[in-house]
């Protein structure tokens, strides 16, 4: 076993953030006798000034990644493909120090695999492009003009962008920004990736050998759990799979929703157990992570949730040099990374999350109190983080939930070797 080296810490951030860190507690402290416990309510939403957005979100739909092994396929034909207009937008794609584009070595394996009808795998559609020139539009009319936050064209003084490498996810920011900005732009557009070695977008199982280890075969032995086992054979079964293909949940639901939502359904069995087959696939994926391993949560999002929380901390920090932030930031991201993210925050619906999915952080200054408060949605509905008291978050309370699962570079990687120096290897 490892041994838990990171005790439960309260927000403390180190150097010169540490001031900031005591000010904003003595400043909650002091307007906290003053208005008591219950006055979240009172507060004066017209004196609250939006200070920066964060949004991360899942890319919109794509074929399946596996086809399932049935005689009757799905036919994935390049129609499915088509760019629609209004969605087409320049842009670069660069490493994170602003060199060139890494190699993507999933876009490699998915071109390895063609489904029937000719798409490759794991391919973003027509389908999934308008879902993400919608998710931008709703973003557009929440800040430009509902609130004249962000300027009606794009401006990279105001906008950072970061996605995975996977050309379904750059895409799906392509998308996205045209509907945020109609195509409109004061400057060059780039979207900043990193290597599939060192990608902190999702949980990163070649990069962590601690998180490797823990859920080596977590996989194959969920779907032998009680419940699980049995929903699954009855599927199966009913689908004309055999037992012995290896066929879970997850690989079920995969090709459910990219199905569903494309209108292409192949077998009646997968709408008739849609809602089994969407709830195991959850259970399959709460069993792999395993909520009460904070371990192993930290490893899956800790890396992501500290550049979420340096975010924060840059726009409250009045020591923060002008132009070293953003207005809004973009993460292009996956299900498997928001699972986890909403599991840190105490607001997981027990849902898989959908194509173009979003979950956006909202950061506030109140003009008087000058206090600090998040907002956070999911699918643009109102969230109450854990641990704090109602929807609008104050910061300091916010960070503390974040803090139990955030780790840095630092702690990601001491605790990522912890396999090694203690050699564990019996996949726990």
């Not at 087409?88 to 890494?102: I, Q």
């Not at 390895?112 to 999934?128: C, N």
């Not at 709408?271 to 909520?291: H, P």
């Amino acid at each position: 076993m490892i041994p838990r080296i990171f005790r439960v810490r309260l927000w403390a951030p180190v150097g010169v953030l540490t001031s900031l860190a005591y000010c904003l507690h003595q400043r909650r402290v002091a307007l906290a006798e003053q208005r008591g416990a219950d006055d979240q309510n009172s507060i004066d939403r017209s004196l609250l000034e939006l200070k920066m957005v964060q949004v991360v979100f899942r890319h919109g739909a794509r074929s399946p990644l596996k086809a399932l092994p049935r005689e009757e396929q799905v036919e994935w034909k390049p129609q499915l493909l088509e760019v629609p207009p209004q969605t087409r937008f320049d842009y670069t794609v660069t490493n994170l120090a602003g060199g060139p584009k890494p190699h993507s070595p999933f876009d490699s394996r998915y071109h390895e695999t063609t489904l029937k009808g000719g798409m490759f795998a794991g391919q973003l559609t027509k389908v999934g492009m308008q879902q993400m020139f919608a998710l931008g539009e709703r973003l557009r009319k929440n800040y430009v003009e509902d609130i004249p936050f962000l300027s009606p064209t794009f401006n990279p003084l105001e906008v950072f962008i970061r996605s995975t490498n996977i050309y379904r996810n750059l895409e799906s920011t392509r998308c996205l920004l045209a509907g945020l900005f109609q195509c409109q732009k004061e400057g060059p557009i780039i979207i900043h990736t990193d290597e599939a070695s060192s990608e902190v977008l999702y949980p990163n199982y070649q990069n962590c050998r601690s998180l490797r280890e823990r859920t080596r075969g977590r996989r194959q032995a969920a779907s032998l759990q009680p419940g699980i086992s049995e929903d699954l054979k009855k599927v199966k079964e009913r689908m004309g799979i055999a037992s012995s293909d290896g066929v879970d949940f997850l690989t079920l639901l995969d090709n459910m929703a990219a199905e569903q939502v494309h209108s292409l359904l192949s077998c009646p069995t997968l709408k008739r157990f849609a809602w089994m087959i969407e709830r195991r696939a959850v259970d399959t994926a709460l069993y792999i992570l395993q909520r009460e391993d904070r371990e192993s949560l930290q490893m899956a999002v800790g890396q992501f949730l500290h550049i979420l929380e340096s975010n924060l901390l840059k726009v409250v920090d009045p020591a923060t040099p002008p132009g070293k932030t953003r207005k809004l930031y973009l993460y292009a991201a996956h299900d498997v990374t928001l699972m986890p993210l909403l599991m840190a925050l105490g607001i997981f619906d027990h849902k898989w999350p959908p194509f173009a999915v979003d979950l956006t952080m909202e950061l506030y200054q109140h003009r008087e109190s000058k206090e600090w408060f998040v907002q956070l949605y999911y699918r643009g509905e109102e969230q109450v983080p854990k641990g704090c008291p109602d929807r609008l978050c104050p910061l300091d309370k916010f960070l503390n939930t974040m803090s139990i699962y955030t780790l840095s570079p630092e702690k990601y990687h001491t605790l990522c070797s912890e396999a090694q120096v203690m050699g564990l290897g019996n996949g726990e």
